[in-house]
């Protein structure tokens, strides 16, 4: 599996923000998206066999494990590692993007971070809406907002699909404003959670993190 970075820091994003987690950063990604904050990970990184990532994971006692990218679920051997994970007691966490089938996943003890991708991304149109119905209580659908129109967007989406996992709001960062993002939400009494990459605000928009 092509690997981009392996590293242990805060989880900045989502219902486990805050946590310490094991990030492993596949190289690799479907979409462009306009503002994507680790284009770094579209082609750097280096194969490794499964049984090494888990050895330099086991160098942190940390037993959570953040899938991210790139888009992890593009990487054939995404699901053997995840069972690999499982069998190894870890606690995992899948990021993805919303334009693949996401069913595999919901059947393995693991939650699903996808992302639904809104019209400033300008990757809204690869979305796979079905994804929707597949995710469980456990999961969560993230927007990442960049204007009115993003989280006009959004809005309608929760509203015909009804997902019944938690559903997240995240400001693009250096572009929209956390807090006028907060007040639309309130406004419309939009039952989700406010994310604002807190390893961003403690570090910096930088690898690594």
């Not at 940390?62 to 053997?80: A, F, H, S, W």
Request: overall charge negative.
């Amino acid at each position: 599996m092509k690997i981009n970075e392996i590293f242990y820091s805060i989880q900045g994003e989502g219902r486990n923000a805050g946590l310490p987690t094991i990030f492993v950063r596949t190289t690799g990604c479907n979409l462009r998206c306009s503002y994507c904050d680790t284009t770094y990970a579209y082609y750097e990184g280096e194969e490794m066999h499964l049984h090494g990532i888990i050895e330099k994971i086991k160098k942190w006692k940390c037993k959570r494990v953040c899938l991210t990218g790139g888009e992890p679920l593009i990487q054939e051997e995404m699901p053997d590692f995840v069972d690999m994970l499982i069998r190894d007691g870890y606690e995992i966490n899948i990021e993805t993007n919303g334009s693949i089938d996401v069913s595999d996943m919901a059947k393995r003890d693991v939650m699903i971070s996808m992302d639904m991708k809104c019209p400033s991304s300008t990757m809204h149109e690869r979305m796979r809406y079905e994804n929707i119905s597949v995710l469980r209580s456990r999961d969560e659908l993230k927007f990442v907002i960049g204007d009115e129109e993003d989280y006009a967007y959004a809005a309608d989406i929760i509203k015909k699909y009804k997902p019944i996992c938690e559903v997240v709001m995240q400001p693009i960062w250096g572009k929209m404003d956390g807090r006028k993002l907060a007040g639309w939400i309130l406004r419309d009494e939009i039952d989700a959670r406010l994310s604002l990459q807190i390893h961003k605000i403690l570090w910096g928009n930088r690898k690594g993190v």
